[in-house]
């Protein structure tokens, strides 16, 4: 089955469920000949994960000297992106301790548990080690 939505010649929209692409159009409950028409795409941002940790301010001026109203508006916009996290740990990213960032790991930070001797190859020399 597949869902349709369809506008009559008098300017009538509805769904119908189809059981092919090649199946005829149904006609309008009013008597007219229907077409296929685009499905109506939602922009209303359900989908929007809402801040990420990144987002989160790190100073004392950007909790507004740490205006309560802020904190808590932080403090609950993270614990449900925690919680969204636990249930997509995609989107949490990578959370292992960065051990290096400088010189040569400026590209790619040195993380806790990486592979020590070929990130250092790659990282000094341009390549891994073989
Ligand atoms: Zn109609």
Redesign the pocket.
């Known amino acids: 089955m597949i869902i349709y939505d369809l506008?009559?010649?008098?300017?009538?929209r509805?769904e119908a469920c189809l059981g092919s692409m090649f199946d005829p159009n149904p006609d309008?409950?009013?008597?007219?000949s229907?077409s296929r028409v685009p499905s109506r795409l939602n922009l209303g941002g359900a989908a929007n994960a809402g801040p990420g940790r990144d987002d989160m301010p790190t100073t004392w001026h950007g909790t507004g000297q740490g205006d309560p109203a802020t904190l808590k508006a932080w403090h609950g916009a993270m614990t449900k992106r925690e919680r969204l996290e636990e249930r997509y740990p995609e989107l949490a990213g990578d959370r292992r301790p960065i051990l290096a960032h400088e010189g040569a790991f400026a590209g790619r930070p040195l993380r806790a548990g990486d592979d020590l001797v070929p990130t250092v190859a790659k990282a000094a020399f341009g390549k891994e080690e073989s």
């Open positions: 506008a009559c010649t008098a300017g009538h509805f309008c409950g009013c008597g007219a229907t």
